[in-house]
């Protein structure tokens, strides 16, 4: 097995297996790492016929490692969200918020490589705005499980909704999901395409 891929998988497993040792809540922690799991087995099972760039798989486990660590501790309750809100005077801890910038940030990638890949669309204006919409349609999709989770544990809800009292928390989570998204675009288009036709070349 390649060095890369085995550098990956014991990033993956090694904060998996930190994650569930003693989480803060351990429906919480189910609820944010179940996606993680959920993008490990789909990787796996599209490895071979749809490979993907390496880019794109080294943000895969950055998104999960944010995701493993917030259920660990809660996004309310991660040390380093109360460091920097210590540090700049706030009066939230905003980890979650860096959890949102990464639900934009990195599913615009997947969803780039997909529709450029698959040739969906032509043009890159169109690419760009697809794209965007589907980070969106995430991040709002996103909201309403929580929402879902909310109702249905009233217990838990606290902890994985990570509110903490902000009565614009939905709609700042979908704001920074979008600013993800733009900055990824910005960032990483040129890098992505090289990376898109070595892959191609391959």
């Not at 794109?56 to 991660?78: D, K, P, Q, R, S």
């Not at 043009?123 to 794209?131: D, E, M, N, P, Q």
């Not at 606290?158 to 910005?186: H, K, N, P, V």
Request: proline share 2%; aromatic share 12%; charged share 15%.
């Amino acid at each position: 097995m390649d060095k890369k891929v085995l550098a990956w998988l014991g990033v993956f497993f090694a904060v998996l297996a930190w994650s569930a040792i003693g989480p803060a809540d351990r429906v919480t922690w189910w609820l944010e790492v179940i996606p993680a799991l959920a993008g490990f087995v789909i990787l796996v099972m599209t490895r071979q016929r749809f490979p993907l760039t390496e880019l794109v798989y080294i943000l895969i486990l950055v998104h999960a490692v944010i995701l493993m660590v917030g259920g660990h501790y809660t996004y309310a309750e991660v040390p380093v969200g109360d460091w920097l809100r210590d540090l700049t005077g706030g009066d939230r801890n905003n980890y979650d918020k860096l959890g949102h910038l990464a639900q934009g940030f990195i599913p615009v990638m997947i969803a780039r490589e997909i529709l450029i890949r698959n040739k969906v669309v032509q043009g890159r204006g169109w690419l760009a705005f697809l794209v965007v919409c589907i980070v969106l349609a995430i991040s709002a999709m996103y909201e309403l499980v929580e929402w879902w989770a909310a109702l249905l544990s009233a217990e838990a809800a606290d902890s994985f909704l990570g509110t903490q009292g902000y009565i614009w928390d939905t709609q700042s989570d979908m704001m920074w999901a979008l600013s993800g998204a733009i900055l990824a675009l910005l960032a990483l288009s040129k890098l992505h395409d090289r990376q898109i036709r070595a892959l191609a070349a391959r």
